[in-house]
């Protein structure tokens, strides 16, 4: 007896420690398996009414099994009415009409009067329900309570009619088969469970991925764009920037609202919709052409931004079409700005390592003529003096004439060297700043404090329109603006006898605009091609270093320095990604910073 009491003990603590089905699982199989008891029900009493109208008076149905089956039909429409509407104890609602399934078949089975191939196949549905809906040990009394039902009811028979051994073995029979059954469902609904949850495992960690990946492609500096079947299906922010587009304003990614998941699909949907309808609008060589690529082929080529989408910003960008399963493609679109930078970086690093191993051997040579030319034009100022002071009738070795020639080759002499020098020193310039140490500058506050320090005594005009954030390298920054500014100050002055510049800063899409203008006459059109080339110069005292040193730091920032032909006045202008400022904040009032000293 000891032992068979440790089985049941194991049996029912091992039942206890099951899996059961999720809420919503369970829900959708016990509707399942109340609408099935509601059609049996309906069935069998169909099938009863049928039966009590024939003419056929041996298979009259007994008032006994009436009565069940119209009481089995109402609790079946009530527990599945209730079942439908009330979400909660759905296991308590399940295990109570798996009794009253029991207990009705039971009943069924007592009219009979022996065991039926019908209300077995019933009685074994019922039981492998109550394992995949109930935890192990509810299971297990409803079919314990089965059995007993089923045993019972044929004792009770065999009492009142005849004892048969053949219904009795039957009984016993159906008995086993529903432990049988039990046990089978029993295990198909744990391996089942287990499935399921390894499923929504597995279904959170793509989600995670997914989350990770949408994030990773929203941040990229590439634009990413992805077509499957003649549409748009992927975008991300950085093909929105470098495509000069802009999302639907009403809408976001991301609703504060309503934050469902078909109203975060409808509004992507739409901005997807729009962000086609704009490229296809803007850049239609550019969609054209990424249709035109057949499936399974790739392609790489440089696209030229249209006018329409501020191409003096952006310039060019590469496309590379790469396929992806299915038919679709993945578009890439890269800036070409950080691929100029870092050639110009390792242009930096490659006119550094050159200036550094030649100064020192030209530069030696050089003080020394410098210094050459400097006695001999003291020589000649002494001689001068000589004469000056010597009697008249003294004729001098060398005339005055003579002297003068001399002295202003000599003065030619040291001027060159002095103008060979700043060359020299303009070069070093590169060397000495090889990687830009590139921070962020917020111009509103820096520039003012820059014209402070390096332009007063001259009229600058500066004038922002947006609170922009730059990342440049503070020093090549200073550099470039006094390059820029002195040019500007200088050409001024040729042209007027009040020489100022003006300063322009405001932002145009995602990049910030800083605009150096002067009233000058502009450059000519046979110099724009040469206007940044290293040594070009049409003034006389410059070196013809000072655009091409700024266009390097410029470009060693991820910045472009152009100039503006269209523009009504001489216009040079620097273009720098914004890295915090936003485009479309409220503008503020121009500021007018007037550096009024005598120039």
């Known amino acids: 007896m000891k032992p068979a009491t440790n089985i049941v003990s194991t049996v029912t603590h091992y039942l206890h420690r099951d899996d059961t089905l999720s809420p919503p699982q369970l829900r959708r199989l016990g509707l399942i398996y109340s609408s099935y008891r509601f059609a049996v029900s309906l069935f069998s009493l169909l099938m009863v009414y ?292 870092s050639a110009q970086q390792l242009k930096l690093a490659s006119l550094g390592q050159l200036t550094a191993s030649i100064a020192h051997e030209i530069r030696n040579p050089l003080a020394a003529i410098s210094q050459a030319s400097q006695l001999l034009m003291e020589d000649v100022i002494e001689a001068n003096l000589e004469v000056d002071t010597a009697d008249n009738t003294i004729t001098p070795p060398i005339s005055n004439d003579d002297m003068a020639a001399n002295h202003e080759l000599y003065q030619i002499i040291f001027s060159q060297t002095k103008r060979v020098n700043r060359i020299i020193e303009d070069v070093l310039k590169l060397s000495r700043q090889q990687t830009a140490n590139q921070q962020a500058i917020i111009l509103t506050d820096w520039m003012p404090t820059f014209l402070e320090n390096y332009f007063q005594g001259h009229d600058v005009f500066l004038h922002v329109k947006t609170q922009p954030t730059i990342s440049f390298d503070t020093h090549q920054l200073e550099q470039v603006l006094i390059n820029l500014i002195n040019n500007g100050l200088r050409y001024s002055s040729y042209a007027h006898p009040h020489a100022y510049v003006e300063i322009e800063i405001y932002c145009a899409d995602n990049d910030v605009i800083i605009d150096i203008l002067d009233a000058g006459r502009g450059v000519s059109t046979k110099d724009l091609e040469h206007l940044f080339n290293p040594f070009f110069t049409t003034d006389q005292a410059g070196t013809g270093l000072g655009l091409y040193l700024s266009q390097a730091f410029c470009e060693a920032n991820q910045t472009r320095l152009l100039y503006i032909p269209e523009h009504e006045k001489t216009c040079f202008r620097l273009i720098a990604p914004a890295i915090s400022a936003d485009t479309h904040v409220k503008k503020l009032n121009i500021m007018l910073i007037p550096l009024f000293y005598k120039y």
């Open 50 to 341: 049928i039966t009590a109208h024939s003419d056929n008076s041996l298979s009259l149905p007994s008032f006994l099994q009436q009565t069940t089956l119209s009481f089995y039909f109402l609790l079946s429409l009530i527990l599945l009415g209730l079942f439908y509407v009330v979400n909660q104890q759905m296991r308590r609602q399940l295990a109570f009409g798996l009794v009253l399934d029991v207990i009705i078949l039971s009943l069924l089975l007592y009219t009979a009067g022996a065991p039926d191939l019908q209300l077995t196949m019933l009685y074994m549905v019922v039981v492998a329900a109550s394992f995949m809906l109930l935890h192990g040990s509810q299971a297990l009394i409803i079919t314990l309570l089965a059995i007993i039902f089923v045993i019972y009811q044929q004792f009770f028979y065999a009492i009142a009619n005849s004892m048969s051994l053949a219904n009795l073995g039957d009984a016993l029979l159906m008995s086993a088969s529903f432990l049988a059954v039990g046990g089978l469902s029993w295990s198909i609904s744990q391996r089942l469970v287990q499935l399921e949850k390894v499923a929504a495992s597995h279904a959170k960690e793509v989600e995670r991925l997914n989350v990770i990946n949408q994030e990773v492609i929203t941040q990229m500096v590439n634009g990413v764009i992805v077509i499957d079947k003649q549409h748009i299906v992927l975008a991300n922010l950085a093909a929105y920037q470098l495509l000069s587009l802009s999302p639907t304003p009403s809408a976001s990614l991301y609703s504060t609202s309503i934050d469902t998941k078909d109203t975060r699909n409808n509004t992507r949907s739409a901005l997807l919709s729009n962000f086609q309808q704009q490229l296809g609008q803007q850049h239609t060589q550019l969609f054209k052409a990424c249709l035109s690529v057949a499936a399974g082929q790739s392609r790489t080529f440089i696209y030229d931004l249209p006018a329409v989408a501020n191409a003096s910003i952006f310039g060019k960008l590469r496309v590379q079409i790469i396929p992806l399963k299915d038919d679709s493609k993945l578009i890439m679109l890269e800036d070409l700005r950080r691929e100029q930078a």
